[in-house]
Every structure is written in C-alpha cells, then in structure tokens.
C-alpha cells in the first residue's frame, strides 16, 4: 500500500512529542513572532483604557490602609443643608464661623475644597477673610483650553483678599482617564493634598509620571461628619475629633451621586465598578493626601519591563505547550493565567508596582493558541493523508475510523497477528496470450475481474495491500484491530468465488459460448507478522512481511494442485471450524519447520451439516487421510470412492488423491 513520508511523519506529529521533526528554535520562533505581533499594542492608547479597567480589578482585591486616615472630612450633605436652611452656595460668613469653631476643637490644617474665585457681599467676603490664616488651604483651579495656536492654561485662584489674609491656593485639578475614571495622581506640584503635608511639616515625595492613586474604600470610608456637626462640635462630635487633624471640607451630596445621574464634584473611582456609586471629591483628595503621606501611590511599570514580560509570557506558554496540546495544556493555560493574574495583585499590593497582566496574558494565550491551531491543522492534514492513502484499500467505514483516530496507524514496523489472502486468476497467461493483439480489451476485462475481487476483501473490512499482476494481496487486522479477522479473510475468499460465478455468468450472456470463463484459487493463512511501511526513503508501501504472508502465497500455489479453490493454513482452519466444514487436504513441508504442516480447505458452510452428505464425508474424510499414511491402500482407494462420491466439488482433489495412493503403492 503506497503511503508517503508525509503521512509517517504527521503521525509522529500527531503524537505531541517535540520529536515530530518540529526543531524546538522553529516552536520558540513562533513564540517570538507572537510576541512581536503584539508588542506595538502596548503602545496604541485605547489598550490602556483595558489595562486601567483591569486596575480597577485589581487594585480593589484586599488593598493596603493607612494606618491612621490623614484627613476627616466635613461634608456639604443633604443633611447639613437641612439643618441650615439655606440652598447652596452658603454665605461665606457661615464658612467663617466653621473656620474657628475647627480651630477652638485644634484643627492644624483647615482645606476648603471649593473655589472662591468670586466675591460675594462685602460683609461675608470681610467676614470670611478675618477667619483665614496660614493654616487654610482654598482650592484653585488650572483651566486647559485647546486653541488652534497651543493649548491655553489657565490658573483660577481664590480672590485677593482671600490670598492677602494668608491662606494658601492648592490645585484641586484632577485628570481623569478616557472613560471619565480618576486614577491618576496630581502631577502639580502646588495641589491640594501637597500643600495639606506642607502646612503639616511633612515631606512632600516626588512623584513619578504616571503615578497611580490606591483608593482604600468607596464612598464615605473616610471619617466624615456632616458640616452642621463641625459648626458645634461640643454636642455633636466626641471630645478631640478634630485634634491635630487635617480638615478638608466639600461637597458630598449622596442624593445625586449614581454613576448614571452624576453631581457636582465627584467622580468615578475603581469602586464605582462594585457600588455603582461616585465619590465626591474632597474624599478622593483626602486619599490623595494619605497616598503622599504613606507611599501608597501606585507606579506603573515601565514600558520597557512590559516589553520583557510580554516576550516572557510567550515564551512561558511556549514551553509549556512544547510537547503539543492536549488535556494537560487546560491545567497550563490555568496556571500561565493564574501566574500572571495574581503576580500582577503581588506586586501592586506589595511593592506598588503595577504591571498589566492583560497584554502578557494575551500572548500566552495566543501562543496556546498558535500551537493549537498548527496542531489542529497538521491533525487535519493527517486525516486527509491517512484518508487519501486508505481510501482505495480499504473499506470507506475504516477509513473514516482512521481519519477520526489516526493514532491508531502506526507507521513503523510492528507484530501482529494477522490473516493473509492471495487470490489468484486461473488461466490468465493463456487469456493474455490469446488477446495479445487487444490489450485494452484485457485491461478491461481483467479489471472487471480485480473490481468484485477486490469489493469482496473491503466489504469484510480487509486491507488490500497490492495487486500482482492478475494476483490480489490482502490482510487482515491492520492497520485497525479486527478480532474475527480469520472468519472475515475466508468470508471474503467466499464472496470472491460467488462474484467470479456471477461475472462468468455476465460474460456469457453477452458473449456467447466463447466468452472467457474465469476462476481462481485463495490461498489464507493465520499467523504473526510484521506490519507498516516498507520500502525507500523515496517510497513507502505499507505492507506485511513473514513466513505467515510466505506460506499464504504457496497455499494459493498448492488450489490449483490440489484441485480446489480455497486453500486453508492451520491457524485458520481452527479458527473457521465453527463456521464452516473443513477436511484436511495433506501435509506439506515448510522451510523452516521440522514438522510438516497441515493444509485444508472448505466443503461447505457449518449450516450443510445436517446435510447427510456433508455429515458422512465429515466423518469419513478423516479415516481416508489415516489409512493413507498407514499406507492401506484397497481401503484407502475404497474411501476415496465412497468421498467423491458425497463431494462431486472435490473430484479433482480426489482423483489426485487416488492417483497419489496408487502411485505409492506402486
């Protein structure tokens, strides 16, 4: 059978081992080629909207608190509005009265989150200059306005008078990200939180670009009291609540704070996710304050670093997958994204660094990918090859079994127990002699001969290995496993004799008494053998080899010899004897074997015995071989008689027989 170096080789690629001639540089090229294809990703901006997403994720999992909250929050509530009585903006004279009552309870730093940059009347403006000092923080704002020479910043302080009294301007300008998310640390060096730890003595730490917020809670975390209760903290608020503390006094209107409706002064933060809430944004600027205070800002990896990280992840994945994919890479893919996933919540709750696991995941995965795709499509190749060089000797349902488990071929040599057939065509040479002058005709006719031969070897699921001139070759029980393979090598030898019955019968009727009348003689034999590809690294046959397949040939010798048309091996008698009627026709010596070997052939299926006929010749057949080799020759003769008598089908054997016998006694 013709298969080629492709198939043996998409077989042992099939296998998953790094031996399938896949050097492991072209495996690891691959995982390099991945990685490239992604790299400039890192670089397009709307990939970092993914990485800040999973920020979010992350950041919120467990995340560090600061030991002591560095700001309370007094907070422009609902509450508070009604308390007062009054609509927003509040007289600023009422600001004032907050300033002092915060001072008298020992307030070190008073932060107005809101922006005074237009006076009000005189007498609240006066009123609330005499309460500023050099420990109150007004917020100023810097204005960015696009214009088609530049961009135009603008900073928006508090009104002179405010400035003149003391107090000092911070930036409360915050930059949000592209889907209107805050995570991003002030990069001013005069905002809000800076100038709190200033008026506090604390060192202000420089800030690295890109530094990222670590948000500890969501909305009200912070220790908050309504703005009434900071107007008379004696009977609202315990004895030293506001002690050395930094105050930092804004809006926080919960009424109107959904994601959905938004507010004034507030954002969203990595919680919004969770709560579906905003957080006003004198709470996001006491987080600042204690990201200074502590160090808990968040550093975003450098570019560079996530270069590596990527390279690694795909070549990571690369190794795992190395040996092919199969159920185990489901436990690798788990592991890479575990590994990524949590190492990347490691290092941002541990050392405040934030590597995206996102892009590093991604080129795992898409080298898993990769490797799953080459080998899906080298499976699919395998199908088609193993279907192709199948498909014309065996059976279409093998060869679909094949081509859904194609690791059932396997290509290199091994043993198995196999039955082989030769079936030959009779006379042939004196046919061909004869249409010498007609070749196309012969061809013709003699593949209308090979054509139901060869359906009766696939119709019981053998293997054709070749065709020998007008001689076919087949096998049992390779390449897939076949139990009662004996049974269906004679069957199928059955079903030969019946199609050249019927392709005789054809001839005739189309032309006339001097048609050609084919027949054939089978010789099968049972036994073990080697199977798989024979032949040159330029040609591979997959074939069968053995003194098995040897004696099988010399059977299909010895039909016409002994006048019969089907010639049994011993292993195969023995396993057909329940099927079907079997006599021993002689003894014949093997090369090889010091005993000589029992040779047989069929009188009829195992139905036909109660046929009294059958029955009798079963019996007698048995006592004629004895008395032959007792050497008893008038009875031998005698039970000659009597069994061709009961098989006219056998009188050639027969006649030989009684030929023999005489020719012994002689």
Known sequence: MATNTNLQN??????????????????????GLVAALLLPVLYFPPFRLIEARLYDILSVVAPPFPTDPGAVVVAIDEPSISEIGQRWPWPRDLHA???????????????????????STEEADRRFAGALGPDVILAADDVTIP???????????????????????GVAAVDLDGDAYLRRMPQTPDNFANEGLRLRGEPVPELPEGALIQYFGPARTYPTVSYYQALDPENFLPPGFFKDR?????????????ADAGAPDTFATPYTLTTGNLTAGVEVQATILDNLRHNLFVIPAPRLAMVA??????????????????????????????????????????????APPALPVAAALAVFGTRFGLDYARERHLRRAVSEAFSRYLSPELVAQLARDPGALKLGGERRNLSILFCDVRGFTTLSERMKDEPEKLTALINRLLDPLSESVLTEGGTIDKYIGDCVMAFWNAPLPSPDHPLRAVAAAMHMLDAVNALNADLRREQGEDAPTFAIGVGINTGDC????????????????????????????????????IVLGPATADAVREHYVVIELDRIAVKGRAAETAIFTIVAPAARRQ?????????????????????????????VHRCQALAPSLARYYARLALKVAKTAE
């Open 97 to 119: 009265r907050l300033i002092e009552s915060l001072r008298a309870a020992g307030a070190k730093v008073i932060a107005f989150d809101i922006i005074f940059a237009e006076p």
């Open 147 to 169: 214009l088609p020479q530049g961009v135009q910043t603008t900073r928006i302080n508090p009104i002179d008078p405010f400035l003149d009294a003391g107090a000092v301007p």
């Open 10 to 31: 998409g077989n042992r690629q099939a296998s998953g081992s790094e031996g399938n001639g896949q050097p492991l540089w072209r495996h690891f090229l691959m995982a």
């Open 309 to 354: 990280l990527v390279i690694a992840a795909a070549f990571l994945a690369a190794a795992l997958c190395v040996h092919g994919v199969s159920w185990r890479t489901g436990f690798a893919v788990v592991f890479v994204l575990a590994f990524f996933i949590v190492g990347a919540w490691a290092l941002l709750r541990f050392e405040r660094i934030w």
């Open 246 to 258: 930094t105050v930092m006094v804004g809006l926080s209107l919960k009424a109107a704070t959904s």
């Open 611 to 639: 046929d009294p006929a059958v029955a009798e010749l079963e019996g007698l057949h048995p006592q004629l071989m004895d008395t032959v080799r007792a050497g008893r020759r008038e009875e031998a003769l005698e039970l």
């Open 530 to 565: 080697v199977v798989g590809n024979v032949g040159s690294r330029w040609r591979y046959d997959y074939s069968v080899l053995g003194d098995t397949v040897n004696l099988a040939s010399r059977l299909e010798g010895l039909s016409k010899e002994f006048g019969v048309s």
